[in-house]
């Protein structure tokens, strides 16, 4: 079946506008996870959804920094006021099942490549 | 979770067998070793997973040593699109966090 998908595949910004990123998981993927990918490194994690719930939101960088999943599938990351140390790609990854499971394998997106100007 | 230690870079003929070596010493009891690859400008892509016993599946093999202190991930026959940079991650049992560190970048070379 089809795999993560995520939109737009690349975002230019002005610095100080706001920008949406879209996630669309693997269908009936139950966990949901957001990495940030900066230049020349590894992913860092960012936030954990099951479900509609958001778990984990220890690695969002700021409070300009906000993703949903209102519906339990979807997902938006969200960052306000953009800065120049925003840049870089943002990875959705989605997995079969939940924590109370054993440790789910993540499919990752292509990712979105934000750049702010 | 522990942390891993991968080279930095790696060259590979093609056809030939690529052994990529990962030491995570510090490794517990309910710790799997996961590898991860990521193609240029793609997204990460699982490859395998274990806990102590070695492991195989369509893509490589997966041998980790009995004192679980290192592992090495075998391609067989590497081919020019195994070209990526390629994670050994330690993830706990019921953890979710998936920690990449830099990793090693293999290239294969006609």
């Known amino acids: 079946g089809a795999g993560v998908s995520q939109s737009p595949r690349y975002k230019v910004a002005k610095r100080g506008q706001d920008v949406a990123l879209r996630c669309d998981p693997i269908?009936?993927?139950?966990?949901l996870f957001w990495y940030q990918q900066a230049l020349g490194q590894g992913p860092e994690f960012l936030t954990y959804f099951q479900n509609e719930a958001q778990l984990d939101k220890s690695g969002l960088p700021s409070d300009r920094f906000f993703a949903e999943r209102p519906e339990g599938s979807v997902s938006t990351l969200k960052i306000q006021r953009t800065q120049q140390e925003d840049s870089a790609v943002y990875l959705c990854?989605?997995?079969?099942?939940?924590?109370?499971?054993?440790?789910?394998?993540?499919?990752f997106g292509p990712g979105t490549r934000l750049t702010v100007l | 979770d522990a942390k891993t230690t991968q080279p930095t870079s790696m060259d590979c003929a093609e056809g030939r067998a690529a052994n990529l070596p990962c030491n995570h010493s510090?490794?517990?009891?309910?710790?799997?070793v996961y590898w991860y690859r990521q193609i240029h400008s793609q997204g990460p892509q699982y490859i395998i997973h274990?806990?102590?016993n070695n492991e195989t599946n369509e893509m490589a093999s997966l041998i980790i040593t009995e004192d679980r202190k290192s592992s090495t991930l075998i391609l067989p026959h590497a081919t020019l699109r195994d070209t990526a940079v390629y994670y050994c991650?330690?993830?706990?049992?019921?953890?979710?966090?998936?920690?990449f560190g830099a990793g090693t970048t293999v290239t294969v070379r006609a």
């Open positions: 274990g806990l102590k």
């Open positions: 269908s009936g993927h139950v966990s």
């Open positions: 990854a989605s997995s079969l099942g939940g924590v109370a499971g054993w440790a789910d394998t993540q499919y």
């Open positions: 510090t490794i517990s009891g309910n710790e799997y």
């Open positions: 991650i330690v993830r706990l049992l019921l953890g979710y966090k998936l920690s």
